[in-house]
């Protein structure tokens, strides 16, 4: 039998912002309860996008 010895160094930075992420993320679906009612439909494709500003506010934006 071979044996390999490695030694490996990590970075656990990136894991740890992710997880903040995904945790602040879980946090604000919590917030958003969205009523969506589809009867008698076949193939429906709902996307629910939530966004830091209104539609108004990303007009201005981008018209800048």
Do not use: C
């Amino acid at each position: 039998m071979n044996e390999i010895k490695t030694k490996i160094s990590v970075d656990t930075q990136e894991l740890e912002d992710a997880t903040d992420l995904i945790d602040e993320v879980g946090e604000r679906l919590h917030s958003v309860v969205p009523n969506i009612v589809i009867r008698n439909n076949q193939n429906v494709y709902v996307t629910i996008n939530n966004f830091n500003e209104t539609e108004h506010q990303w007009s201005e934006r981008k018209e800048e």
